[in-house]
C-alpha cells in the first residue's frame, strides 16, 4: 500500500488547487492536521472541494468523520485552516445557515417525536412558527417521513433514525451538506431514494461529502472521490483520473468482447504498453492490462475500422472506486 | 450585534431544555428534593393537628430556620442544582446529543446563557416552591396556636426573604455547577469538594468565608441560626459578621456572572468526541 498522494489531474478533474479557486465557492482545507492528544486524526490535508457529490472513502479510523468533524467545526484543527465556502468553521452563526450535518451519531433528545426534533432545530435558527412548520413538513416530505412524524423518535427504526437525521440536515435548505455515511441502516429501496434525494441536490448546485463503506454505491453517485487511510488524503478528484494516474504502478484492464480475440490479442500484444493479454475461456473475449489506455483505445479503433475483430463489448474492469481502493488501501480497508 | 435573533434563539433553548428539565427519571429525584422541605413541616403540621406534637411558636421559626438554612440550602438546593445544571452540557455528552445543539446556527454563548437560564427557571421555579410551601404550612399552624392573623407581620417581610435567598442559591449553585460540567469529565468530585467546602466554612477565617456561597446567602437569611456542632466542635467554629444585603447581593451576582462567563469561554473551545468521554 502506498501512501503517496495522486496528483490533482488538471485536464479532466472539476476541481483546482488552494490557491487557484475563491475561496467563497469551494470547501478549502489547507495543511490541515487534527490529533486526539498522541493519536492521529488526519494529516496535512489539503483540499479544495467544488460543488457536487465528493465521496470520503476508507477503512474504519481512516479520517473520514475526522474531516467532517473539522469542517462542521465540532473539532478544531491542531494545525491548518479550513473554509467553508469563505466561512470558518469556528463561526457556527453562518456556518450552519450554510451547511447541514447528517452524523454518524445515533441519538436523539428523550422523548420527542419526529416533527418536534426537526421543529426545534429550526426554531434555533430563529425562524418563526408558520416557516419553521413549512419547512419541517418539506424535509419530512423529502425523506418520506411524514406518516411517521408524530411518532416519538425513541420508537423509530434504525433506517427511520436515519431518515430523520437526513431530514434535519436538509431541512434547512443547506448549500453544503455532509452526510456521515447516511446510508446505514437504510433498506434497498430507501438507499435508491436516497440516493436519487443525493443527486438532486447536487444537480441544483449543492456540495454534497458523503462518507460510505458501500463502495459499489459510491461509485454510482460520486463526481469526485476523496480516498483515506491511516489519517492520510491518498487520493482525490474523479475517479477516471485518479485512476489514469495509477496506469505505471497499476495497468489499467479492458475488458473486451468479441468475435476474433485471437486476433487482436495478437495485434495487441506488440505495443510495448500491454503488459498481459488474457483470453476468456469461452473463447468470445479477453481481459488487457495496459499501461497507456489512450493509445490501447487508439489502436483498438484503429482494428475495428480495419474489420480485424467485430466488436460485442468493451469497457473499463477496474476504472471504479472498489478497484481503486483495493489499489490504494487494500485488505487493510473493510469496505465492502 | 444581532440582539433580536438571539432572544429569538435563546426562547427555543429555553422551550427544548424546560420540558427536559421537568420530565424524566432524574426530574423525579429534583422534585423530591424541592418537595422534602414540604414533607418535613407537613408531617409536623399534621402532627400537631392531631395533637401528637406541640406546637411552640418562636421555636417552630427557629427550627424552620436552622431546617432551612443547615438542610434545605446546604443539601437540598446544592443537591438538585447539581443535578440540573452539571447536566446542562454533561448530561448532554453522555447521552451523545450535544451536537445537536452545536449543529444549529446558534453562537455557543447564547447556548450558555439559553441553557443556563433554564436550568436557573427550572431550579429557582422547584426550589422556590418548596420554600414556599414549607413556610406557608409553618406559618398557618403557628397563625392558629398564637390566634393571630395568617402571616402576619414582619412574617411576608420574612417569607420574601427566603425566597430571594432560595432563588440567589440557584443562581449562585447553578453557576458553580455550570462551570463544572463543563470542565470536568467526572464533576462529581469537584462537586463533593465544593460540598465539603461549603459545609467547613463555619471553621475558616472570615476572610476565607467570603470564597463560599453559602456564607453569603446565610447572610441574607432573615433569622441568624447559631452554629451548635456536637462533639465539641463548636469549640472550633469561627464566628464571622455576615455581610449586609448591598453586598451579598451583587456579590452573588457578580460571582455567577463571571461563572456564566468563563463557562462562555470553555465552550468556544469545546470539541464533540464522544468517543473518549
Not at chain 1, 431518515?163 to 433498506?187: F, M, S, T, W, Y
Not at chain 1, 475495428?304 to 487494500?330: F, N, R
Not at chain 2, 463557562?263 to 473518549?276: M, Q, T
Request: charge should be positive; aromatic fraction near 10%.
Amino acid at each position: 500500500m502506498s501512501a503517496d498522494r495522486i496528483p490533482w489531474d488538471r485536464p479532466s478533474a472539476s476541481w483546482d488547487r488552494p490557491s487557484a479557486c475563491p475561496e467563497s465557492d469551494r470547501i478549502i482545507f489547507e495543511d490541515v492536521s487534527k490529533f486526539y492528544g498522541e493519536v492521529l486524526g488526519v494529516n496535512r490535508v489539503d483540499l479544495a472541494i467544488p460543488p457536487g457529490i465528493t465521496t470520503l472513502v476508507g477503512p474504519n479510523g481512516s479520517g473520514k468523520t475526522t474531516l467532517m468533524n473539522l469542517l462542521t467545526g465540532l473539532v478544531q484543527p491542531s494545525r491548518g485552516r479550513l473554509r467553508v465556502l469563505g466561512i470558518p468553521p469556528d463561526d457556527p452563526e453562518r456556518l450552519f445557515r450554510t451547511v447541514g450535518y447528517c452524523t454518524q451519531y445515533d441519538s436523539f433528545p428523550r422523548a420527542l417525536t419526529g416533527y418536534q426534533f426537526l421543529y426545534g432545530y429550526l426554531r434555533l435558527h430563529g425562524l418563526g412558527h408558520r416557516e419553521s412548520d413549512r419547512l419541517v413538513w418539506e424535509a419530512l416530505e423529502r425523506v418520506d417521513m411524514k406518516e411517521a412524524a408524530h411518532r416519538r423518535v425513541a420508537a423509530y427504526s434504525k433506517g427511520m433514525r436515519q431518515r430523520i437525521k437526513l431530514a434535519q440536515a436538509i431541512c434547512h435548505q443547506p448549500r453544503v451538506l455532509v452526510l456521515d455515511e447516511p446510508l446505514n441502516g437504510l433498506d434497498p429501496m430507501a438507499r435508491a431514494e436516497a440516493m436519487a434525494l443525493f443527486r438532486e441536490l447536487a444537480a441544483g448546485g449543492r456540495y454534497l461529502i458523503i462518507s460510505s463503506h458501500i463502495l459499489h454505491e459510491v461509485d454510482r453517485i460520486s463526481d469526485q472521490v476523496i480516498m483515506l487511510t491511516s489519517g492520510y488524503v491518498v487520493a482525490e478528484g474523479q475517479i477516471q483520473a485518479v485512476r489514469s494516474e495509477m496506469h505505471q504502478e497499476y495497468p489499467m484492464q479492458v475488458l473486451v468482447r468479441c468475435d476474433n480475440p485471437g486476433a487482436l490479442a495478437a495485434r495487441i500484444f506488440q505495443e510495448d504498453h500491454v503488459v498481459e493479454v488474457k483470453i476468456h475461456a469461452d473463447r468470445k473475449g479477453l481481459l488487457v492490462s495496459t499501461r497507456n489506455g489512450g493509445r490501447f483505445y487508439e489502436l483498438f479503433e484503429r482494428l475495428v475500422l480495419e474489420g480485424v475483430i467485430t466488436v460485442e463489448s468493451v469497457a473499463p474492469a477496474d476504472e471504479d472506486v472498489h478497484s481503486v481502493y483495493e489499489y490504494l488501501i487494500g485488505s487493510e480497508g473493510g469496505a465492502s | 450585534m444581532n440582539w433580536r435573533l438571539w432572544w429569538r434563539q435563546l426562547l427555543a433553548i429555553l422551550r427544548l431544555e424546560m420540558r427536559k428539565s421537568f420530565s424524566g427519571k432524574r426530574a423525579v429525584v429534583i422534585y423530591l428534593l424541592a418537595a422534602s422541605p414540604i414533607i418535613i413541616f407537613g408531617l409536623h403540621a399534621l402532627a400537631v393537628d392531631r395533637g401528637w406534637s406541640r406546637c411552640r411558636g418562636n421555636e417552630d421559626w427557629a427550627v424552620y430556620a436552622t431546617s432551612f438554612q443547615l438542610f434545605y440550602l446546604r443539601l437540598a438546593v446544592f443537591f438538585g442544582c447539581v443535578g440540573i445544571f452539571m447536566n446542562l452540557f454533561r448530561g448532554e455528552v453522555l447521552a451523545k446529543t450535544l451536537h445537536h445543539y452545536l449543529l444549529a446556527p446558534v453562537r455557543r454563548e447564547v447556548l450558555v446563557a439559553g441553557k443556563f437560564l433554564s436550568g436557573l427557571v427550572a431550579a429557582a421555579v422547584l426550589f422556590s416552591a418548596g420554600t414556599l410551601f414549607s413556610f406557608l404550612l409553618t406559618a398557618s399552624h403557628v397563625a392558629r396556636l398564637r390566634n393571630q392573623e395568617f402571616l402576619a407581620d414582619p412574617l411576608v417581610g420574612h417569607l420574601a426573604s427566603y425566597l430571594g435567598v432560595t432563588a440567589l442559591a440557584c443562581l449562585g449553585y447553578g453557576a458553580v455547577f455550570l462551570m463544572m460540567g463543563l470542565l470536568f469529565r467526572n464533576p462529581m468530585i469537584p462537586a463533593v469538594a465544593v460540598l465539603i467546602w461549603e459545609s467547613i466554612t463555619v471553621f475558616v477565617p472570615p476572610l476565607l468565608k467570603k470564597i463560599s456561597v453559602i456564607y453569603y446567602l446565610e447572610s441574607l437569611c432573615p433569622v441568624r441560626v447559631p452554629f451548635r456542632g456536637g462533639g465539641g466542635s463548636a469549640l472550633f467554629a469561627i464566628s464571622g459578621e455576615p455581610v449586609s444585603a448591598w453586598l451579598a447581593v451583587p456579590g452573588l451576582l457578580l460571582l455567577a456572572a463571571a461563572l456564566v462567563t468563563l463557562s462562555a469561554l470553555r465552550i468556544r473551545r469545546l470539541e464533540v468526541n464522544y468517543g473518549a468521554e
